[in-house]
C-alpha cells in the first residue's frame, strides 16, 4: 500500500497548483477513491486533501525564500485564489506572515517559535531520548542538534504547547504539556529544505501529573511524510537550552 499511496503523493509534489480531486489522486494510486483515502490516511496519518494543503504552504515558503515574486503571486503559484486564505492559512502554518518569512529568511535565521499560550487545566512531561542513524552522525563525532516539541496533528506546523533544541543523541524534557493526546515530533535540518532526518509522529497520551515516555529515533524524510512547515531555529553547532519550558539532558550511555 506504502507504493500506491505513494504515486498518489508523487502526483501531488507534481501538480499541487492545480485543484487535483481525489478521484483523481486515487486514480494514480491505482486504487477505488473509498478504499484510497481510508490507506492514505493509514500511511501518512493525514488525508490526501490535509497533505495537498501542506504541500501548497511548503512551496510557498520555498519561493518566499528563493525568488522576489509577490506575495499575492506566490498564493497563485501554490494554488490558492485568495491572498486572504493564502495568509491566515500561511502564518498559521509556520508561524510567522508570508512577509515576515520572506524578512527573516533573507536578513537572519529564525529563533525559536513561540508555544501555544498556557492553558488552564492538567499538565504532565513528556520525556525521552533522541538518537540518530550513526551513518548520519556528523563529521568528526560531534553532537547534532534536533528540535523536539509537542504537536496537536501529525504535521510540524502551528505552535508546539511546549519544545526544545536539545543535542543528539542525547535526553530531552517537555514540562507542561497539557494533558491529551499530542505528536511528540522531532526534526533534524532548518529552513525550507527537506528535513534531513525526523522521527516521533505517533501519537501519545499526557496525562495530569504524570510522565510519559516516548522515545526518538531520527530516519531519513520520506516520499510519504508531510513537510514540516513551522519556521524552524538553526539547527547546526552546540545545542542550547532554549523553547517554552523544554530543556536538554545528557547523552544516556550507550546511546546512538
Excluded at 504515486?7 to 481525489?22: K, M, T, V
Amino acid at each position: 500500500m506504502d507504493q500506491a499511496v505513494e504515486r498518489a503523493i508523487a502526483r501531488i509534489w507534481q501538480r499541487y497548483s492545480e485543484p487535483l480531486p481525489i478521484a483523481e489522486l486515487a486514480a494514480a494510486a491505482l486504487l477505488s477513491r473509498f478504499h484510497f483515502v481510508r490507506v492514505f490516511r493509514n500511511v501518512t496519518g493525514i488525508t490526501p486533501a490535509r497533505f495537498l494543503a501542506a504541500v501548497r504552504i511548503y512551496q510557498a515558503k520555498r519561493l518566499l525564500q528563493t525568488t522576489s515574486m509577490r506575495i499575492t503571486d506566490v498564493s497563485l503559484a501554490v494554488g490558492y485564489n485568495s491572498v486572504g486564505s493564502f495568509t491566515n492559512h500561511f502564518t498559521r502554518s509556520v508561524g510567522v506572515s508570508p512577509g515576515r518569512f520572506r524578512r527573516i529568511s533573507w536578513n537572519g535565521g529564525f529563533g525559536m517559535p513561540r508555544a501555544e499560550r498556557e492553558t488552564a487545566g492538567s499538565h504532565g512531561t513528556v520525556t525521552g531520548t533522541i538518537t540518530r542513524p550513526a551513518a548520519r552522525a556528523p563529521a568528526g563525532g560531534a553532537a547534532g542538534r534536533a528540535y523536539v516539541g509537542a504537536f496537536r496533528t501529525p504535521i510540524l506546523q502551528h505552535r508546539p504547547a511546549v519544545a526544545a533544541v536539545v543535542d543528539v543523541p542525547g535526553g530531552y524534557v517537555l514540562p507542561a504539556v497539557p494533558a491529551g493526546t499530542w505528536f511528540i515530533q522531532a526534526v533534524a535540518g532548518a529552513g525550507t529544505g527537506p528535513a534531513l532526518l525526523t522521527g516521533g509522529q505517533i501519537p501519545v497520551t499526557v496525562t495530569a501529573g504524570g510522565v510519559t515516555r516516548a522515545a526518538i529515533r531520527l530516519r531519513p524524510g520520506r516520499l510519504i511524510d508531510p513537510p514540516a512547515l513551522l519556521a524552524l531555529p538553526e539547527l547546526q553547532g552546540r545545542a542550547e537550552a532554549i523553547g517554552a519550558g523544554g530543556r536538554n539532558l545528557p547523552a544516556p550511555a550507550g546511546s546512538g
